[in-house]
């Protein structure tokens, strides 16, 4: 290969980096504005101070990490080229005698590259991310556990309670005229009623503990009804170590913690769940080296039809046709109706079909 292909391949490499770095800016923008009301009820509700949203966004920004990259190498590809196309570059330089193997090989070399980038953000960056703002989630949910409690309504769901309060003070944590359904035993649902409740929190803000004072429990069992009279009785809304004995969810799994589950979980539902967390994982690392051969061919194409078309909008409707597939085969995969090792790899077999079928078109321009 002479200088000028080297040269060319280069320049094409050094136009379409800053288009890839922009796009990931753009896509956590995207992502983030959609998680924008859900702060602001963290900030107002829960009292959240600004460093404690500003690592929620950190830990989240994180866990998008293996959806933004895809999208910002179809972003960058299809920008870079249909620019090159758009401004004659692309003829310029191959009647220079640059062949297209030099002109397609940055695109590959961004390709190979945003998928080892992809690779490490979908089995450790991302997951550990993800964890790390289900705990601190968790653990901003407990520091004011008062407001999910409403007067005079039924708050449902509250650390598997049903709780109403006639009087509700949330910056003092103080019910008053407390009236408490708990069914966590199934075969012995409890009936609470008490005068004043106190919510208390640990030091570290990890549990919580519902103090009811002046009250009586109500529980029926077997046609049996027994009333038990109390002073002060403690309801742990929280385990301190709950947190972090908690098991993880499949997003927050980490490459060896996944292969493990998939060896020791029997339960077919939830092995199934597994097995398309693991795919899903490894098809979307797969699709950013398919992006950028796609990016390629259609970026060129487009742009030397006409002019208006816009790499932008197009990079979206690609994403958004790319995404809507993956979300269906994955809901197909996880109902049982095919195998998630076919199932989550038909939206990639079908994007790369397309990329070769585009590229073949440019290589015989």
């Not at 290969?1 to 379409?16: G, I, L, P, Q």
């Not at 288009?19 to 963290?42: A, C, D, H, K, N």
Request: charged share 15%; with cysteine.
């Amino acid at each position: 290969m002479d200088f000028k292909n080297w040269r060319a391949m280069f320049y094409v490499f050094r136009e379409t980096l800053p288009g890839f770095l922009m796009g990931l800016v753009v896509f956590i923008s995207i992502l983030l504005m959609f998680q924008v009301l859900r702060l602001t009820e963290f900030i107002l509700v829960h009292g959240a101070s600004l460093a404690m949203v500003t690592e929620l966004v950190t830990y989240m920004s994180i866990s998008f990490l293996p959806a933004i990259l895809p999208m910002s190498v179809i972003f960058s590809v299809l920008m870079t080229y249909g620019r090159l196309s758009t401004d004659s570059e692309i003829v310029a330089m191959k009647s220079l005698g640059v062949n297209m193997w030099s002109l397609t090989a940055p695109a590959v070399a961004i390709g190979l590259l945003v998928a080892l980038l992809s690779a490490m953000s979908s089995f450790y960056v991302g997951p550990w991310g993800n964890r790390k703002f289900e705990v601190l989630m968790s653990q901003m949910g407990s520091k004011k556990v008062t407001a999910a409690i409403r007067e005079g309504a039924f708050a449902e769901g509250f650390y598997d309670l049903v709780v109403y309060a006639n009087q509700v003070d949330e910056n003092e944590g103080i019910l008053k005229d407390v009236f408490i359904y708990d069914e966590r035993k199934g075969n012995m649902p409890v009936t609470i009623i008490s005068k004043k409740g106190i919510v208390l929190n640990n030091k570290n803000n990890s549990s919580s503990t519902l103090r009811l004072l002046d009250g009586s429990i109500h529980r029926t069992n077997d046609e049996v009804y027994t009333k038990i009279n109390f002073k002060t009785y403690d309801i742990y809304l929280t385990n301190p170590g709950q947190i972090q004995i908690k098991d993880k969810s499949p997003p927050s799994m980490q490459l060896g913690e996944l292969r493990n589950a998939l060896k020791t979980v029997k339960v077919p539902s939830a092995k199934i769940k597994l097995e398309a967390e693991f795919h899903k994982r490894w098809a979307i690392t797969l699709i950013c080296f398919v992006f950028s051969l796609f990016g390629v061919g259609l970026g060129i194409v487009t742009q030397r039809r006409t002019q208006r078309s816009s790499g932008f909008v197009l990079s979206i409707a690609l994403i958004v046709v790319y995404w809507i597939l993956h979300i269906s085969m994955e809901s197909i995969a996880r109902n049982g109706y095919l195998p998630p090792s076919i199932a989550l790899w038909i939206p990639c077999t079908i994007f790369f079909l397309a990329a070769l079928y585009s590229l073949k078109r440019i290589w015989r321009i």
